[in-house]
């Protein structure tokens, strides 16, 4: 079983700042893989990021870049230079072997001017 | 790309109604989702499917059922729709080679109201 874990339910960042969104999960399996999704108000899932565990090298994916700690079961999403477009809901979700997704609760995130 | 369409962005039934959501995809995928997503609890899996004709139980499967006639399409059942059914609804899909590796491919959502 997986479980995945999102302590922040909202965030507020600046025009042009950086935010970290943070993530925690649960697994039992030993191969696995991490993702992040944005939610904007389009309603339209997109995949932003994935990390697959084997790999320690930390995923980028131009503004956005994840810190993987895989001993403290910490997945969390920083983005650059913010932009308004990046206003969205952010989920962090889980796979096993399997393809079934399992998400965290969701992070709204607010950019202002 | 990959599309995946669901076939209303939003839907309003009555309690006790049967209600069918659509969802198909044009990309040959093997596996298909049928996810809910309330504010405050994510999004939470009801039913997929690995293949045609097959359907095994998500998270959450009670009140629901599901029907894979096609590989393309993909259905969820309300069978007699509830109020506490009031939700978004999203239909995913992804290849099986990708396995757990591959981003699932989302519709853009239908919006249930259960009046």
């Known amino acids: 079983a997986q479980t995945v874990t999102q302590s922040q339910p909202e965030m507020s960042v600046q025009e042009a700042e950086t935010v970290t969104l943070s993530c925690t999960y649960d697994?039992?399996?030993?191969?696995?893989?991490l993702f992040w999704y944005k939610q904007p108000p389009s309603r339209q899932m997109i995949l932003v990021i994935r990390?697959?565990?084997?790999?320690?090298q930390n995923a980028t994916e131009n503004r956005f870049s994840v810190n993987f700690q895989k001993a403290a079961k910490s997945f969390s999403l920083k983005i650059s230079d913010s932009q308004l477009g990046d206003a969205a809901m952010y989920f962090c979700?889980?796979?096993?072997?399997?393809?079934?997704?399992?998400f965290g609760t969701g992070t709204r995130l607010q950019v202002t001017l | 790309d990959v599309k995946v369409t669901q076939s209303s962005r939003y839907l309003v039934k009555r309690t006790g109604e049967k209600v069918f959501l659509e969802c198909v995809q044009d990309?040959?995928?093997?596996?298909m989702f049928w996810y809910r997503q309330d504010p405050g609890l994510g999004l939470r899996l009801i039913y997929f499917?690995?293949?045609?004709?097959?359907?095994e139980k998500g998270d959450i499967p009670e009140g629901y059922s599901v029907s894979r006639e096609k590989k393309e399409r993909f259905s969820l059942i309300l069978e007699s729709a509830s109020t506490n059914q009031t939700s978004m609804y999203l239909c995913?899909?992804?290849?099986?080679?990708?396995?757990?590796?591959?981003?699932?491919?989302f519709g853009p959502g239908t919006r249930l109201t259960v009046t």
């Open positions: 979700a889980s796979a096993g072997t399997a393809s079934k997704l399992t």
């Open positions: 990390q697959e565990a084997y790999k320690q």
């Open positions: 499917s690995y293949d045609v004709k097959m359907k």
């Open positions: 990309m040959d995928h093997e596996n």
């Open positions: 995913a899909s992804t290849p099986p080679a990708n396995g757990g590796k591959g981003e699932q491919y």
């Open positions: 697994t039992s399996e030993s191969d696995y893989y």
